[in-house]
């Protein structure tokens, strides 16, 4: 952090003291309001219904922090998901075989974007909204948009871990593998320092092509595994449900503090964006207010939450300006 | 465009043109000129009967003003280095605003006048509609200096709340003639919405090109910092940005309520990331400052050609869109490589 001083108000202006902030008083605030917000039922299903998208954010951070963006996710997800998922039907398997497959399918997909980024030196942007049209067209032609209903019974039978749901505890798991390569190993940092500064990086020696294989190879690797428990959640395969997801799990990272312009983003800002969203939604669908006003929410939170970063970031350099006289 | 460019060089006293010059001079345009001709000649070759007659050229006039307008609502963002993901979104909410009024304020029996009157103040309220998107989002950009992916994610996931809010997901539509003359009449031969297209595209192209707003946009997409010192008004032009994208999405909001007969919140949805694909294709860069509008112009007749050939070849959609990603990709590769090779060229020739 910038500021030395361990005051209370240099502390209020990290984002994710903020956002932190935000979500206790959402909590208290719900919770008084309506008595069933804190109840172990409506706790557990709010965790499991943003088990996937905490899933796929955990990639798309890794994606950001490094500088780049990836739009493909979702269609990685729905055609690991289409795949694993045929494969089982035919062939019989177990959860090692589906979570093995969905990762690898997940992971080549997303090293194919890295590829092409790195070769075709292209915008993140434009070579994974490319891929995404791609991908998914193919999906879609392939399948002719035609759903898996009849998924093996081990597949979509309820698993929990003592009595945690099995897709909290997959996203649970995702998370904690993120938090630790980004903070304890030195590919890790080495993503913080290719979205710090490429060039940097580059005369630092990292490789920068295996890097970015890592780093979308590793959206990809998120995006099979969320595709997978989506569907072992929903418990069926429909090619275009994840599709439109991307830019919704792309908010609730910004949200936590992530950075588009790389080298700035954290696993524990990225749950915190993701519960300020859940909760708002959650606590407004308790106090009987209307699902159509979701999207006007969210929207308005999103607004709200960049437009006070950032005045915060220009006030921040006014500071440092007078500091500097 | 070409013809000026052609004219105005071959008059420079200092040396003929040659081949390097002329290929290097706009290598998009003729990129895409060539990949128009190759798709051409596929086409012809496979459906010669179906693939070159009026009819078939007629649809390609109808269908590719949608994406060709919120292709240039795509543009001008992307030229001052920003992007509207909002684009959609304020379209349909404009369309649904037009709609709301036109379905309630007219009945069968009204008089002609009545409708004039309604369709008029319809157009104004989009209009309105539009305008106060484009301005909230560009005065957020401008004066608080958010990322406009971030802004634009923002209004475009609001906006569409407000519209899904008010409509409950629900379709307004059952419009009167003169309205759906917009999005099915044909003038003179050409199809209208065909006409707004290419008159928007003109409008837009002098303004970015001859206009001072048009310059200091594509200064800042180079720049934003050296064009602020230089004594433009950078925010007021980045608010100008986006009501210009917004106005745009107005007129693509007409058509598109005119052709489908109903506004509803989440039509066209899919275009979004196409429109990027669109402009990038037609050599807009994505870093902001530098673009045509012939080039975007070029990248939609390509587009369009592609998915009504495969249309004609009894293809699912889905294989047009797989194509056009696999040719947003290849044309990437192509500038890269005819970067490189234009490099070795201009090397040789220095070095004689």
Redesign the interface.
């Known amino acids: 952090m910038p500021d030395s001083d361990l005051s209370f108000k240099a502390a209020f202006r990290r984002h994710d003291v903020q956002i932190a902030s935000i979500v206790v008083i959402m909590v208290v605030l719900f919770s008084a309001i309506s008595p069933g917000f804190l109840s172990a039922s409506n706790v557990v299903s709010l965790l499991e219904n943003y088990s996937v998208m905490a899933i796929m954010a955990s990639g798309l951070l890794v994606v950001l922090i490094s500088g780049g963006i990836d739009?493909s996710f979702a269609a990685i997800a729905a055609v690991s998901q289409y795949l694993v998922a045929t494969l089982l039907v035919h062939y019989g398997g177990n959860w090692l075989v589906a979570f093995g497959l969905a990762a690898l399918f997940g992971a080549l997909l997303g090293v194919v974007n890295a590829l092409?980024i790195y070769y075709?030196?292209?915008?993140s942007?434009?070579?994974t909204?490319?891929?995404?049209?791609?991908y998914?067209?193919?999906l879609?032609?392939v399948t002719?948009g035609k759903s898996i209903y009849d998924l093996p019974d081990w597949f979509t039978a309820d698993l929990s871990l003592f009595g945690i749901p099995f897709p909290v505890v997959v996203a649970a798991v995702v998370l904690f593998v993120t938090v630790f390569f980004l903070s304890r190993l030195s590919i890790g940092r080495q993503i913080y320092g290719l979205g710090g500064n490429p060039e940097a990086a580059k005369r630092v020696g990292c490789n920068l092509l295996g890097l970015q294989c890592f780093v979308y190879g590793y959206s990809g690797f998120t995006a099979g595994i969320a595709g997978l428990v989506q569907a072992h959640r929903v418990e069926e395969v429909v090619p275009n449900a994840l599709i439109?997801r991307e830019?919704d799990v792309?908010?609730a990272v910004?949200l936590g503090g992530a950075s588009?312009?790389g080298g700035i983003g954290t696993v524990s800002g990225t749950i915190l964006g993701i519960l300020l969203l859940a909760i708002v939604l959650n606590g407004l669908t308790l106090l009987g207010v209307?699902s159509?006003?979701?999207?006007?929410?969210?929207?308005?939170i999103?607004?709200l939450s960049?437009?006070a970063?950032?005045?915060a970031?220009?006030r921040q350099q006014k500071r440092n300006v007078r500091h500097a006289h | 465009m070409p013809t000026e460019a052609a004219t105005s060089t071959s008059s420079t006293p200092s040396s003929r043109p040659s081949f390097i010059d002329w290929f290097g001079r706009d290598p998009t345009v003729t990129m895409l000129g060539v990949l128009i001709v190759l798709a051409v000649i596929f086409f012809g070759a496979m459906a010669p009967s179906r693939f070159f007659s009026g009819e078939t050229l007629r649809a390609m006039g109808f269908q590719m003003p949608e994406l060709g307008i919120l292709a240039l609502a795509m543009m001008i963002p992307l030229m001052s280095g920003g992007l509207n993901l909002a684009i959609i979104a304020t379209a349909n909410l404009s369309a649904l605003v037009m709609a709301a009024i036109i379905t309630k304020m007219i009945g069968p029996a009204s008089p002609p006048q009545d409708v004039a009157g309604v369709i008029a103040l319809a157009l104004a309220a989009g209009f309105v509609a539009s305008l106060v998107v484009g301005l909230i989002t560009g005065m957020i950009v401008a004066f608080l200096g958010v990322h406009p992916i971030l802004v634009t994610l923002g209004t475009m996931t609001a906006v569409k709340g407000i519209a899904v809010y008010a409509t409950n997901g629900g379709v307004i539509g059952g419009f009167p003639p003169a309205i759906l003359f917009l999005g099915n009449g044909i003038l003179l031969g050409v199809p209208v919405p065909m006409v707004l297209f290419v008159l928007c595209a003109i409008v837009v192209a002098v303004i970015m090109s001859h206009a001072p707003f048009g310059v200091a946009v594509r200064l800042i997409g180079s720049n934003e910092k050296a064009t602020r010192y230089s004594g433009v008004a950078t925010d007021w032009m980045l608010v100008g940005v986006y009501v210009a994208s917004s106005l745009l999405c107005w007129v693509a909001a007409v058509v598109m309520m005119a052709r489908f007969n109903s506004a509803r919140a989440g039509y066209a949805e899919s275009y979004l990331l196409i429109t990027i694909l669109a402009a990038v294709l037609g050599g807009i860069d994505p870093n902001g400052g530098f673009g045509k509008v012939l080039g975007l112009f070029l990248s939609l007749i390509l587009l369009q050609i592609i998915s009504t050939g495969f249309n004609l070849l009894g293809f699912s959609p889905h294989v047009t869109e797989a194509i056009w990603g696999v040719t947003m990709i290849l044309a990437i590769a192509i500038a890269l490589m005819r970067d490189r090779l234009m490099a070795r060229l201009w090397l040789g020739k220095t070095s004689k």
């Open positions: 739009i092409l075709l030196k292209a915008l942007v434009i070579v909204i490319s891929t995404m049209t791609f998914f067209a193919v879609m032609f002719d439109g830019l792309l908010a910004v588009l312009l209307s159509y006003s979701f999207g006007f929410v969210t929207g308005l999103i607004l960049v437009s970063t950032a005045y970031a220009k």
